[in-house]
């Protein structure tokens, strides 16, 4: 089994190059499919999706742009806890077939936020396409059109996504071993 230290932590492959390349040009063909004639707006989330859009997009055969978005995360004063501010959004999306490209959706607030600002801004239309879904961890309905792998409620880095920042650079994803 290989094993990759991040931090304190312990982590085995879950997830190898080879099955992830797999689904990510299964995904990029039903993009490529579903917006034939269109030319749709990617908008990769930073700063976990930067890997997976590289290679999505390299499969995508559309004429198309590629505008990337970031979250800001603070403590709000309510008692929601934490208010997320989209910033980055760089382009004008009104009008646009809108593709938002995510890493992983966990409890699903981060991209329900997502959508809910970007709608104000009157795209043509909005999908959402993410890497990996945790479905078991879903605390709010969000629709997701495209989505590479289904996976357990486990703590996972690789491909772009950290552990509190390290991590991202691998090809594989792993998952954490308890001990
Ligand atoms: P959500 O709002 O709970 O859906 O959180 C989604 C965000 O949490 C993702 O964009 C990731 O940045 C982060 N995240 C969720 N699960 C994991 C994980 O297993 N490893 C690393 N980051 C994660
Ligand atoms: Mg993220």
Redesign the pocket.
Known sequence: MSLLQVKDKTFAVSIPEAKLQEEVRRVAAEINRDLAGEEPLFLP?LN?AFMFAADLLREVTLPCEVSFIKLASYQGTQTTGTIREVIGLAKDITGRHVVIV??????????AHMIETLEKHNPASIRVCALLV?PD?LKVKVPIDYCCMEIPN????GYG???DGFGRNTRDIYTLVEN
Do not use: N, P, Q, W
């Open positions: 989330v976990g995510e890493d992983i959706i966990d409890s699903g607030l981060t991209m945790k961890a486990d703590f996972i880095v996504l950290d552990y």
